[in-house]
């Protein structure tokens, strides 16, 4: 089967910096991604990594190490509105173009 | 607003009961995929179809069927549905390999089967 694992919640402060790990176990890899999601609507989109190192795209980073299995999301100055849950997700490739998400992690941003 | 629409955005229905979803995925985008997301399980994939044919299939039960027609938009039908089957539904679009680039997701369908 396939494991995409991330932790269920995280507490981060207003302003603060915030990194949610994702590790994966899967039986191909086309790339990861990671959305957002505010409860009750729609996925959203934030970054792509398909190749090691270092995505930044404003306020929000991804880091990929395919050799480990593990990427994570780097929030910084966090906003309250940032409070959603974060996805990760795993391309598998090899005609498998539907992707496989981990649980989510929830983040809650406290003033 | 993504440019993926789904309809009907909530739906009750009863036990035992088959029901369509469908979606219109964005402009120009040739592949279109189903997800259930329920509290338990997180965003699972059930299908993609590009270009009007199936291409991969995930998690779909076989009461569970999808078609995408030649003006590109798809349903998924549901039958003989289930307590468990109560879920949201997204529909999500992306121009289709080789690019494998990010997908668009609608707003969603919630189904509550009662």
């Known amino acids: 089967g396939q494991n995409i694992d991330q932790p269920t919640e995280m507490t981060a402060t207003e302003g603060a910096i915030v990194q949610i790990n994702c590790t994966y176990q899967?039986?191909?890899?086309?790339?990861l991604f990671w959305y957002q999601q505010h409860a009750g609507e729609a996925p959203t989109f934030l970054s792509y990594n398909v190749l090691d190192g270092l995505e930044e795209k404003g306020r929000f980073s991804s880091f990929l190490s395919r050799s480990k299995g593990y990427s994570y999301l780097l929030l910084k100055e966090l906003q309250m509105k940032d409070s959603a849950s974060y996805l990760c997700?795993?391309?598998?490739?090899?005609?498998?173009?539907?992707?496989?998400f981990g649980k989510g992690t929830h983040l809650i941003i406290q003033p | 607003d993504s440019g993926v629409t789904q309809t009907p955005k909530h739906l009750i229905t009863a036990t035992g009961q088959r029901v369509t979803l469908r979606c219109s995925p964005r402009s120009g985008d040739l592949s279109v995929y189903w997800y259930q997301q329920s509290l338990d399980q997180g965003l699972q994939f059930l299908i993609q179809y590009y270009n009007g044919e199936e291409r991969a299939k995930g998690n779909i039960l076989e009461r569970f069927s999808a078609q995408q027609f030649p003006d590109l938009h798809s349903e998924l039908n549901l039958s003989s549905l289930e307590l468990g089957d109560s879920a949201l539904y997204f529909c999500a679009s992306s121009p289709g390999p080789p690019h494998n680039t990010e997908a668009f997701f609608g707003q969603g369908t919630r189904l509550t089967v009662v």
């Open positions: 899967t039986s191909g890899f086309n790339g």
């Open positions: 997700a795993v391309a598998l490739g090899g005609g498998a173009d539907g992707l496989t």
